[in-house]
């Protein structure tokens, strides 16, 4: 274990002094890509711990001087490319990287790759053309939200939050007859009454389609996926309608997980990196730069795709936020801690 752990150090410090040097040459094409990655001699023993996104090199030559050739060619659906549309724009993303350690490990050196393609007349997201079949049914989706323990294993059994505490907020979209979906909540605020109205007192959470403002004024965060048809919304507890009954009122919204724009997103303010950062793939957070202002929603062709049946409207409570310090206690109310549809 030792040694491994030595000659890891090894060639992460050798790699760092060498791959400035590194020849990297990148040809986009119509639907695939070609990369040719020039090795240091030294590194040329570890050609297997070169990688395009998840994938190893398609093919590795040693040249006379001793360098290595890794080239990597493989179609834009490989490797784990990720697919934005920006504008007229289509873009594919992913890195390229050196793991010299196990995969669990952070790469010691990334390089990014970006493809840039005109946005074909008509494009729409393949999960909603009609022609492959998983538009039928688009309106029986069945979307849930609930509120978790603390230990978020499984559903709160009070629905009394002490201040300050968090609440994980758990949003689920049942997809059986669909291809996975990514779900996103585009707005969520809490009321003091189960309705709203255009007069309501709320407290805005999520704005901007998507942007998570309690995590930049507070601790609140979205945590890792384990799923793309859920979420969890990890809120810490606020003073607004402290000790009456709050209602979080929230916008859901099923989507292609790999079409991501400023509308449709989930994003959150990492507080150590001083950023917006975008939970579903850092690499592409500059789409949540739009939270420090106001992020582009307006009204493009195509806006027919979202569908009423891709949408859903989730209210959950009543949920009752304490403050330890106050003297009297409050019962739980005797209600079931889910969305009320």
Not at 57 to 79: I, Q
């Amino acid at each position: 274990m030792g040694t491994q752990l030595y000659l890891g150090v090894i060639v992460v410090a050798l790699f760092a002094t060498t791959v400035a040097n590194a020849e990297i040459k990148v040809n986009c094409e119509k639907d695939s890509i070609s990369i040719t990655w020039r090795i240091h001699p030294m590194l040329v023993p570890f050609a297997a711990r070169h990688f395009l996104g998840n994938c190893m090199a398609s093919r590795f030559n040693v040249l006379p001087s001793g360098e290595g050739n890794a080239e990597f060619n493989y179609t834009l659906d490989d490797c784990n490319f990720k697919r934005l549309m920006k504008g007229k724009k289509l873009l594919y993303k992913n890195e390229l990287t050196f793991r010299p350690q196990p995969r669990s490990s952070p790469a010691s050196y990334v390089y990014p790759i970006e493809c840039v393609y005109p946005r074909p007349k008509g494009w729409i997201p393949p999960f909603l053309n009609a022609g492959s079949g998983v538009a039928e049914g688009r309106g029986g989706l069945k979307f849930h939200m609930l509120l978790l323990n603390e230990r978020i294993t499984a559903v709160a059994e009070t629905n009394v939050i002490p201040l300050g505490s968090f609440m994980p907020i758990w949003a689920t979209v049942a997809q059986e007859s669909h291809q996975p979906l990514l779900l996103l909540m585009e707005e969520c605020v809490a009321a003091t009454t189960s309705d709203l109205q255009a007069s309501s007192n709320v407290y805005p959470i999520i704005t901007n389609k998507g942007c998570l403002l309690d995590s930049e004024k507070g601790n609140s965060m979205f945590l890792q996926r384990y799923q793309s048809s859920a979420i969890t919304l990890y809120l810490q507890s606020f003073k607004f309608g402290l000790g009456e009954e709050v209602y979080i009122h929230c916008k859901l919204l099923a989507w292609d997980p790999e079409v991501l724009s400023e509308s449709k997103k989930a994003c959150h303010y990492v507080k150590e990196n001083e950023r917006w950062e975008l939970l579903d793939d850092p690499m592409q957070s500059s789409i949540c730069d739009c939270c420090s202002r106001t992020c582009n929603t307006r009204s493009k062709r195509g806006d027919e795709w979202e569908s009423n049946g891709f949408r859903h409207t989730s209210v959950l409570g009543p949920l009752i936020i304490m403050d330890p310090l106050q003297q009297n206690t409050h019962n739980a109310s005797d209600v079931s801690i889910a969305d009320q549809d």
